[in-house]
C-alpha cells in the first residue's frame, strides 16, 4: 500500500511534466496540422536558459528561494517563448502553403540545430544544479516489522503539481473564454475562413507556438528542479514521451494532452516499480499501440469527420 | 437607387454604378496554368446597389470572388474598393504607382485589393463573403461564430488579451457591444433562440442565414454572397430577399451576389453582370439582361450560328467575335472553382 501510493506520488509529478509539454505539440497540431519535433528541445532549452538564470541568481547573492523561483520562472519563460517564435518564423511559416512534410521536415531539422547549438555554446557534459528545495510532508510512516516504507511528499514534487495544475486550468480558461483563444479555435476549424473574417491567422499561429513554448519553459525549470542534472539531450526523449501523451490523450485535445501525460507518467513509475526500470519505455509505448488500436483518435479526441 | 438605376437603362445616359462605385474591377486575368478562368474582366458595383453577377456553371463567378476577397491573387488586373466618396482616376492612378495596397484622403480611402492579404481586405477594405459550400465554425455556438467575426474590434479593446482577462470596464463595454451587435443580426436572422446551439447542429437554411449575419458582423462596405439561395425552399428565398433589401436599406452595404435563381437575381438585382466562358457578355439592369440575345444564348445553349445572327442583328459586330471565341474556349475552371 505505502509503495503504491509513493509510486503514485511520483507518477504523478513525472505526469505533470510529460503533460505541460505535450500541450504544446497538441496545439501546434489542432491549429496548423503539423507536429512541432522541435519542440522537445525547446523544453531542453527552457531548462537551460532556467539553469543560466539560476546560476546567476546564486552568484549575485540572491537567497530568497521564492524570489529565485519567480524570477527564474519569468525569465525562462520569456526566453522560450522568443524560441518557440523564431523557430515557427524561421522554419514552418515560409513553408506554410508548401506540401505537408516540408515543414516536418524542417522541424525535425530544427530539432537537431537546436540540440547541437546548445551542446555546443553549452557543452555535451550533463550541467548540475545544487538541489535547491529539500524536504517534504511525510504522509505513512514507514513500519520495519511490516516491511512499510516511508511515503514521502517532497515540497519539490507539492511545487510541481500545483504548479501544473493552476497553468493548466489558466490556459484551459485563456482557450475557451479569451478573444484569442477564440480566433485559435477558429483557426483550428477554418484557417481560411477566419482570416476571411479578417482574423490574423499568422499571427495567431505564432502566439500559439509562443504559448506552448512558455509551458514547455514552466517544465523544463520542473525538470530541472526535480532531477537536478541536464544536458542537451534531454529534450528528446522528454519531447518523444509528450509527443506520446498528446496522442494518447487524443491529438488536437487540450484535456487529451493533459490525460495522457498523466497516463504516461503514471504508467512509467508503476512499470518501474512494480516491474523493471528497464523496460518503462516499451511499457508506455506499448500502452499507446494497445489504445490506438482500440481507439484510434486517442483517449479524448474526436473522431475524424470526413468533410463533405 | 433601386429607381434611379432602372430609369438609367437608356444607352446614352451613364448607369449609377458607375458614377459611384463601391468596387472596380478592371481587366481581371485568372489563369490556372494553361486554363483562362477570368479573362479581362472590367465591372463595377455601385454603392449601395445589389449587383448580381450570373452566368452559367464554370463562367468564373465564383473566380471573381475569390479574387475580389484575396483566396486567390489574379494573374493581372485591378480591384479597386473604395469608401466614402467616390476617388478621382488620378488619385487611383498616384495610388497604383506607389506600389502601396490603400491610400486614405478625407474623402475616404482606395484599397487596391490585389496587393492585400486576405483578412486585411476584411478588416481594412471591409469586404465580407460568404461561402457556396457553408463554412460556419461547426464547433461554436451560433454566438460565437458571430464573435469570431468581430475579433479585431474585441482584440484591440481587450488590448491583446491582457484586458479581458484583467476583465477591465473598456474591455467589458467593448464585449457588450459585440454582444448587442451579435443578438442584433441574430434578430434579424431570425436565430436568436438558437444563439447557444453549436452552428453545426443548425438546419441548412438557418446555416444560410448565421453565415450572412457573420458575414455582416464585420461591418462590411461590400457583401460579396456567393449563391445565397441555393437549397432554399422558396419562403425562405423571399425572406433572403427581404433581409438583403434590409441590409442594403438600413445599413447602405452594397450586395455583390452570384445566384443561379433568376427569380431572385430579377427581383432584387439593380444591376446584373453576366459572364461566360470568363468573359462578361452583358452588363445592366436587370431588364436590359434579361432581353439581351447573347444572354439568352448563353443559357439556352443556342446554336452558334443563330447567335451569330441574333447579335448581329442586337448588338455590334464586334460582341460577335467575342462569342466566337468564347466558343473555342471550352468548357473550363469548374472544380478549380472550389478550393
Not at chain 1, 507556438?209 to 519553459?217: D, E, K, Q, Y
Not at chain 2, 422558396?234 to 450586395?255: A, F, Q
Request: glycine share 10%.
Amino acid at each position: 500500500m505505502e509503495y503504491f501510493v509513493q509510486q503514485l506520488i511520483n507518477g504523478v509529478t513525472l505526469g505533470s511534466i510529460y503533460g505541460l509539454i505535450a500541450i504544446g505539440y497538441t496545439m501546434v497540431y489542432g491549429i496548423i496540422g503539423m507536429i512541432n519535433f522541435a519542440h522537445g528541445d525547446i523544453f531542453m532549452v527552457g531548462a537551460f536558459i532556467a539553469l543560466t538564470v539560476f546560476l546567476i541568481m546564486l552568484a549575485i547573492g540572491v537567497t530568497a528561494l521564492p524570489l529565485i523561483l519567480l524570477i527564474v520562472l519569468i525569465v525562462a519563460m520569456l526566453f522560450t517563448s522568443v524560441w518557440g517564435w523564431a523557430v515557427e518564423r524561421i522554419a514552418y511559416r515560409p513553408l506554410r502553403g508548401s506540401f505537408r512534410l516540408a515543414p516536418l521536415i524542417t522541424a525535425i531539422g530544427m530539432s537537431i540545430a537546436l540540440q547541437n547549438f546548445v551542446q555546443l555554446t553549452q557543452g555535451a557534459r550533463v550541467k548540475p544544479l545544487p538541489p535547491q528545495i529539500q524536504g517534504g510532508v511525510t504522509l505513512m510512516q514507514g513500519d520495519a516489522e511490516t516491511g512499510a516504507i516511508v511515503v514521502q511528499l517532497s515540497y519539490m514534487q507539492i511545487i510541481i503539481i500545483v504548479t501544473t495544475v493552476v497553468l493548466m486550468t489558466a490556459f484551459s480558461l485563456l482557450i475557451a473564454k479569451t478573444e484569442l483563444g477564440r480566433a485559435q479555435r477558429a483557426c483550428e476549424q477554418d484557417p481560411k475562413m477566419a482570416s476571411l473574417l479578417g482574423v490574423n491567422v499568422d499571427r495567431t499561429i505564432s502566439l500559439t507556438f509562443v504559448m506552448g513554448a512558455a509551458l514547455a519553459a514552466v517544465a523544463g525549470v520542473m525538470f530541472l528542479l526535480y532531477y537536478g542534472v541536464i544536458d542537451f539531450y534531454i529534450g528528446f526523449l522528454a519531447g518523444v514521451k509528450a509527443f506520446t501523451a498528446a496522442v494518447l490523450g487524443g491529438i488536437g485535445s487540450l484535456p487529451g494532452a493533459m490525460l495522457g501525460g498523466l497516463a504516461i507518467g503514471l504508467i512509467e513509475t508503476f512499470w518501474s516499480g512494480y516491474f523493471s526500470v528497464e523496460y518503462k519505455d516499451v511499457a508506455a509505448f506499448s500502452i499507446l499501440a494497445i489504445t490506438l488500436i482500440f481507439l484510434p483518435s486517442g483517449l479524448l479526441g474526436k473522431p475524424e469527420v470526413e468533410k463533405v | 437607387m433601386a429607381a434611379e438605376t432602372l430609369t438609367a437603362a437608356e444607352p446614352a445616359a451613364p448607369h449609377g454604378w458607375d458614377l459611384d462605385p463601391v468596387l472596380t474591377v478592371e481587366h481581371l486575368t485568372m489563369r490556372f496554368g494553361g486554363l483562362v478562368a477570368v479573362d479581362d474582366l472590367s465591372f463595377n458595383v455601385g454603392r449601395g446597389d445589389i449587383t448580381a453577377l450570373i452566368g452559367p456553371n464554370g463562367a468564373g463567378k465564383t473566380t471573381v470572388f475569390n479574387c475580389v476577397t484575396g483566396f486567390y491573387k489574379p494573374t493581372e488586373g485591378r480591384i479597386i474598393m473604395r469608401h466614402g466618396k467616390s476617388a478621382s482616376e488620378d488619385a487611383i492612378r498616384r495610388l497604383t504607382e506607389t506600389g502601396e495596397p490603400w491610400s486614405e484622403s478625407e474623402d475616404g480611402a482606395i484599397f487596391l485589393l490585389e496587393r492585400m492579404p486576405d483578412f486585411r481586405i476584411c478588416k481594412d477594405a471591409r469586404v465580407a463573403r460568404t461561402f457556396q459550400n457553408i463554412r460556419l465554425f461547426g464547433g461554436m455556438t451560433v454566438l460565437e461564430n458571430l464573435l469570431v467575426a468581430q475579433h479585431n474590434v474585441l482584440m484591440a479593446a481587450s488590448n491583446f488579451t491582457i484586458g479581458g482577462i484583467l476583465n477591465l470596464p473598456g474591455f467589458r463595454a467593448a464585449r457588450q457591444a459585440a454582444i448587442d451587435k451579435a443578438v442584433y443580426w441574430l434578430e434579424h436572422t431570425r436565430l436568436l433562440e438558437r444563439a447557444d446551439v453549436p452552428a453545426a447542429g443548425l438546419p441548412y437554411g438557418a446555416q444560410r442565414r448565421l453565415e450572412i449575419a457573420r458575414a455582416m458582423c464585420t461591418e462590411p462596405h461590400l457583401l460579396c454572397l456567393d449563391e445565397p439561395a441555393a437549397g432554399l425552399n422558396p419562403r425562405e428565398t423571399s425572406e433572403l430577399n427581404e433581409l438583403l433589401e434590409y441590409i442594403r436599406g438600413e445599413h447602405g452595404t452594397s450586395v455583390l451576389l452570384i445566384e443561379h435563381d433568376m427569380g431572385v437575381v430579377m427581383e432584387i438585382s439593380d444591376h446584373v453582370v453576366v459572364l461566360d466562358y470568363g468573359e462578361k457578355i452583358s452588363d445592366g439592369s436587370a431588364e436590359h439582361v434579361r432581353n439581351d440575345p447573347s444572354v439568352i444564348a448563353a443559357y439556352l445553349g443556342v446554336e452558334d450560328e443563330e447567335v451569330e445572327a441574333a447579335e448581329a442583328a442586337a448588338r455590334a459586330a464586334a460582341s460577335a467575335a467575342a462569342a466566337k471565341g468564347r466558343a473555342e474556349n471550352g468548357p473550363a475552371e469548374n472544380g478549380k472553382d472550389t478550393p
